[in-house]
């Protein structure tokens, strides 16, 4: 994959209410449940590794200062413990699939993501699958997390790639924005082979899912007792994470 190493302002910050927060809490409250998982690999001494992709065509647009906000106050969160690398995946436009270094630098990680424009394409979410692989074989990576909103390849195609990344250990968290059914069933089958899980979301639960999102990247890094004390400063997603593993 090409490299995306252009450093840009940080995207404005966009603010969003919670009218859709009851309506994503089963799917919000079963992610939680499988996030447990994602800091059980990381051997002592050595930093998590989470590779962090994204739909960047077109149909993104709409949300995409939302999108870049929220996952960028995770990259600014998880760094500020450290022991967490993060490499950032992006595809778009015709062909395009970019993956940049593996970076701790919170601040470093959100200006790439406010880089990034959407372009018109199709999805591939088969070569994030195939990049996960290849990137654990390198050195583990302790889980793959996906944000898109639409499917447009062949879901046998896609579950092969997702059991392969399951054998390796490698569980796969799933966004889905939107309610499109073809991308449900994919986004549902490909968490379910590599042991990980899916989640749904809107504008509308924004606040929850940046709550959640930091809360997976705090665990991931510093386990029980990073996630103990984003608990105990803020954080709805951390408190309900805690009650979780406890």
Request: glycine share 10%; proline share 4%.
């Amino acid at each position: 994959m090409a490299k995306e190493r252009s450093d840009a302002p940080p995207a404005p910050v966009s603010r969003a209410g919670d009218p859709a927060t009851a309506s994503a809490r089963p799917e919000i409250d079963a992610f939680i449940s499988r996030a447990r998982t994602l800091a059980s690999s990381v051997e002592p001494g050595k930093r998590g590794r989470l590779i962090f992709a994204l739909d960047a065509t077109m149909s993104r647009q709409p949300t995409w200062d939302v999108a870049c906000h929220l996952q960028g106050e995770m990259f600014r969160e998880a760094a500020a413990i450290g022991g967490l690398e993060i490499q950032l995946v992006y595809y778009r436009g015709f062909n395009e699939c970019r993956a940049s270094p593996w970076i701790a630098d919170g601040p470093r990680l959100a200006n790439l993501m406010a880089a990034i424009t959407c372009r018109g394409g199709h999805t591939q979410i088969g070569k994030v699958l195939a990049h996960a692989r290849r990137e654990t074989e390198k050195a583990k990576a302790q889980a793959l997390v996906f944000v898109g909103d639409a499917m447009e390849e062949a879901i046998d195609d896609l579950a092969a790639a997702a059991g392969e990344l399951g054998l390796r250990g490698v569980p796969a968290f799933l966004f889905q924005e939107g309610g499109d059914p073809i991308a449900e069933q994919a986004f549902r089958e490909i968490a379910r082979l590599t042991r990980g899980a899916y989640c749904r979301f809107d504008t509308g639960a924004a606040h929850q899912l940046a709550e959640l999102l930091r809360a997976v990247a705090v665990y991931a890094a510093g386990g029980m007792r990073a996630l103990s004390d984003l608990s105990a400063r803020r954080g709805t997603g951390a408190r309900a994470l805690l009650e979780q593993l406890r």
